[in-house]
């Protein structure tokens, strides 16, 4: 199938304290050393409104955040990045590396917080209107490492309000994300995030080589 548009759109997801964004950070600086236009998206957030939708969605104040309110606003942040940011880099031609997606939704909100895949996907279409990453790196580990590190990156008081919640919680999170892998193994790589990060980076460079390579080809 054609694809809709000439540059990549590629996503990292992972429990909180999987090292995604370090890992995201370096394929990024190999990339632009081959010549490619990378643009750094982030979720929430990544824009001027999504800034400010992050601010609530991640201050430990508001605890009292309902579980619908918590997904429609993960999706006015996505709509807005998708808008603005993304689709318009992906139509130029750039690599745009995108630091947690819709996936994070299905498996934060939809299983772990139990508000169903059927509302998270809906909205998924209203908001991302069919765009899909090409190519998902899952950076996994056991749970003990990655909380431990979560807690240990010293975040700031403002965005607490998601590492606060139960060790259950971030169970469900990595399951979720395990039966998503299961279930599309072609899209979504799961990379062993517990070795040192030059190994890790090694691993995450075999897996997205091969799609740059397909698409210079085709
Ligand atoms: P970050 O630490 O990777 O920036 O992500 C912020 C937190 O938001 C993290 O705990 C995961 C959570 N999150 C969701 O619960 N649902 C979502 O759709 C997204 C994008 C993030």
């Given at each position: ?9 590629l ?15 370096r394929?990024?600086?190999?990339l632009?050393?081959?010549g ?7 979720e ?29 606003l993960?999706?006015?942040?996505r709509?807005?990045?998708?808008e ?18 819709t ?90 995030g517990r ?24």
């Amino acid at each position: 199938m054609a694809r809709p548009y000439p540059g990549y759109f590629l996503t990292f997801e992972g429990t909180d304290g999987c090292g995604k964004t370090t890992q995201l950070e370096r394929l990024a600086a190999r990339l632009r050393a081959r010549g490619y236009e990378v643009v750094h998206a982030v979720e929430p957030g990544g824009t001027r409104i999504g800034a400010q939708i992050r601010r609530i969605l991640l201050d430990s104040a508001n605890q009292d955040l309902c579980p619908t309110a918590e997904m429609l606003l993960y999706f006015a942040s996505r709509a807005q990045n998708v808008e603005e940011c993304i689709v318009p880099a992906l139509k130029r031609g750039a690599v745009v590396l995108c630091d947690r997606f819709t996936d994070s939704t299905l498996v934060y909100q939809g299983m772990a917080r139990g508000v169903g895949e059927e509302p998270v996907l809906a909205l998924d279409r209203i908001a991302c209107r069919g765009l899909a990453p090409d190519l998902t790196l899952l950076i996994d580990m056991d749970l003990e490492t990655s909380l431990e590190r979560a807690r240990s990156r010293g975040l700031s008081k403002q965005e607490s309000r998601m590492d606060e919640q139960a060790v259950e919680f971030h169970r469900r999170v990595r399951e979720g994300y395990l039966k998503l892998a299961e279930r599309e193994p072609r899209r979504v790589r799961i990379i062993d995030g517990r070795p040192d990060a030059d190994s890790v980076e090694r691993a995450v460079w075999e897996a997205v080589a091969p799609l740059l390579e397909e698409r210079r080809d085709s």
